[in-house]
């Protein structure tokens, strides 16, 4: 087992030029989403459109071809709605960021309230670090809280923003991660 281990932080070692590459390529793309969210909406909603058009023509074809399989019907509808999906978010793009925008609010709220729950659930079990989660769940309501409160306007620059905040963060934890890698022996 001890060997598992040892090969595993060599591994880890070995590459942590290219986790550091990788943190240092997310930190600077999460300041970038940060500084133009409007551009980063904008651009997630686009991306997110071409997924969902070429995914749904891909499934569409890929259904088509079998034409026999049970559930058909049913995959058959999802491939066009897909579609639809991504024509709606690439030709209309405000319109999408609006619909992401709710999408996010309504998960925040989801999280907010399931992360609140089990907090208060497991307060025994978790001894003082239960309120960590409805400090996380309390968090999630204000964002979504902050969402509602500033809508229209918050459609425009909300994902960019949460997306650049994730991105700058997630650079941060992989450099750090690369960092202690090298000084690992």
């Not at 989403?33 to 890929?62: C, E, H, K, N, Y």
């Not at 968090?139 to 459609?155: F, K, R, Y």
Request: aromatic share 12%; hydrophobic share 65%; net charge neutral.
């Amino acid at each position: 087992m001890a060997t598992a281990s040892g090969d595993m932080a060599f591994s880890i070692k070995r590459f942590s030029n290219a986790f550091l590459i990788e943190g240092i390529i997310l930190v600077v793309l999460g300041v970038a989403a940060i500084v133009l969210p409007q551009f980063a909406s904008l651009t997630i909603d686009i991306l997110l459109g071409w997924l969902f058009l070429i995914g749904g023509a891909i499934g569409l074809v890929t259904t088509i071809m079998a034409r026999g399989m049970p559930g058909f019907w049913w995959v058959l509808i999802s491939a066009i709605v897909t579609i639809a999906a991504g024509v709606l978010l690439i030709g209309w793009p405000v319109s999408g960021m609006f619909s992401l925008t709710f999408v996010l609010t309504a998960y925040l709220v989801a999280d907010g309230i399931v992360n609140i729950m089990f907090g208060i659930e497991h307060r025994r079990l978790l001894s003082q670090r239960w309120g960590w989660f409805v400090a996380n769940g309390v968090i999630d309501l204000i964002l979504a809280l902050i969402i509602v409160m500033g809508l229209p306007g918050t459609a425009f620059w909300v994902l960019g923003l949460i997306v650049g905040i994730d991105l700058l963060f997630g650079g941060m934890a992989l450099m750090a991660f690369a960092l202690a890698a090298r000084k690992a022996a």
